[in-house]
């Protein structure tokens, strides 16, 4: 006999009742970015691979371990995007837009899909709203994205914020150099994965959740003290921006980020309302992403932000959205959805009944979904009720109901 049909693991179906704070979310990120001159973005849901092996990083989780790749029909290696950057960088180039004033202020809202084990708030097709800000090095950019982020997330419990500098390529490479010696003293300590990527990226260790490689990291010297001067400088004016804004934050120098393509400013937020996977959205500057992807060398900075993650951290409570009005009728469809429709026009929330039921049982209905009012169509004659004080009123015609029904809700 055939299983059930359910839908795949790791993926959720979002039904009316748990709409509501999606929705008002999203509301609430358009009319924020929107404000700050930020211009919604849509890329594929699938780009070529080599987008993310070039742009992510072949060493990392992502590229090796929770891509969805494919060959399609045509022999072409094909990846369901498993984040926001590269796909935006890509446009970014393919569309000229180093062309436009810089910087180009851009946001996102979508699906994304990374094949990693279920749990709470997290899954293996998410969504995510992101911005990125790309074409200027200015540390005043880095302040501003972090702020959108931070009043975004203003109603998550137990919010914090971390923010380091990982510095330059050249800085890196210096100081995976100096990691890895301090790792390979303690080898024998690592987990097998960070054994197994020493060489390609050490800076993966500080991300591990191995006891052993935890206890090793705890003494490892840190990115943050081996800055250049011009970094230094950098990371000094954003957090001297932050503190302007009255933005409260931890300098956390085991904060690398899990992508390739960061420099300089990285942060995450995270939730003390969450357990052990805490993070709620983040990420950083990648000054050298575009160039590596072919385009002119073009700095930018963006983030990503978990829309099940920050619902699961919310503090609100979804009361849901109240009915303005409900039309009762027992055999006049014409005056009822007359009524309701003019009741649309006027900017009010109108429902008519459709299921057959007395005007007991609509009333019972009424009551169910919320209803301010209720207009009874009913023997050729029609009325109002206030759902809350129990009065009502007979109206002259239809007309005077829908005045009567628009001055209650």
Do not use: C
Request: glycine letters at 10%; proline letters at 4%; a negative charge.
């Amino acid at each position: 006999m055939a299983g059930k049909v359910q839908a795949p693991k790791g993926t959720f179906d979002v039904l009316p009742e748990g709409a509501g704070p999606r929705l008002r979310l999203q509301h609430a990120a358009e009319e924020l970015l929107g404000r700050w001159g930020y211009d919604y973005v849509e890329t594929p849901i699938f780009e070529d691979t080599e987008l993310f092996a070039r742009g992510v990083g072949e060493t990392t989780d992502i590229v090796q371990k929770e891509m969805f790749t494919f060959d399609d029909q045509g022999g072409r290696s094909i990846t369901l995007r498993p984040e926001g950057t590269a796909p935006v960088a890509r446009a970014y180039i393919e569309h000229g837009m180093h062309k436009r004033p810089q910087p180009v202020k851009l946001w996102y809202w979508g699906p994304f899909f990374r094949y990693e084990a279920p749990q709470a708030g997290r899954y293996r097709q998410f969504n995510q709203v992101g911005v990125e800000a790309i074409g200027t090095a200015s540390p005043s950019i880095d302040a501003e994205v972090i702020g959108l982020l931070a009043d975004l997330l203003s109603g998550t419990r137990g919010l914090r914020l971390r923010i380091s500098s990982i510095g330059t390529p050249e800085t890196r490479r210096e100081y995976s150099d100096e990691l890895r010696e301090h790792l390979r003293a303690h080898e024998d300590q690592l987990s097998d994965d960070v054994r197994a990527r020493l060489d390609a990226n050490p800076l993966r260790a500080f991300d591990s959740d191995h006891a052993g490689t935890q206890a090793v990291m705890r003494d490892a010297p840190r990115l943050l003290d081996r800055l250049g001067d011009e970094d230094e400088e950098h990371f000094a004016q954003v957090r001297a921006l932050l503190d302007a804004m009255e933005i409260a934050y931890e300098v956390d120098g085991t904060l690398v980020r899990g992508l390739d393509y960061y420099t300089r400013t990285v942060f995450e937020f995270t939730s003390d309302a969450l357990g052990a996977q805490s993070g709620v959205g983040g990420g950083g500057r990648y000054d050298l992403l575009i160039e590596q992807l072919g385009g002119p060398a073009t700095p930018g900075i963006g983030w990503a932000a978990g829309i099940e993650r920050i619902l699961l951290a919310s503090e609100a409570e979804d009361a849901g959205e109240r009915l303005d009005v409900y039309v009762a009728h027992s055999d006049d469809p014409l005056t009822a959805i007359y009524v309701a429709s003019r009741l649309h026009r006027r900017g009010k929330s109108a429902q008519l009944e459709h299921a057959g039921r007395s005007i007991k049982g609509q009333m019972k209905q009424a009551d169910r979904l919320g209803a301010r009012v209720v207009v009874i169509v009913e023997d050729g004659k029609l009325a109002v009720r206030n759902m809350a004080t129990g009065e009502q009123q007979e109206a002259r015609d239809r007309d005077d109901a829908i005045a009567l029904a628009e001055a209650v809700a």
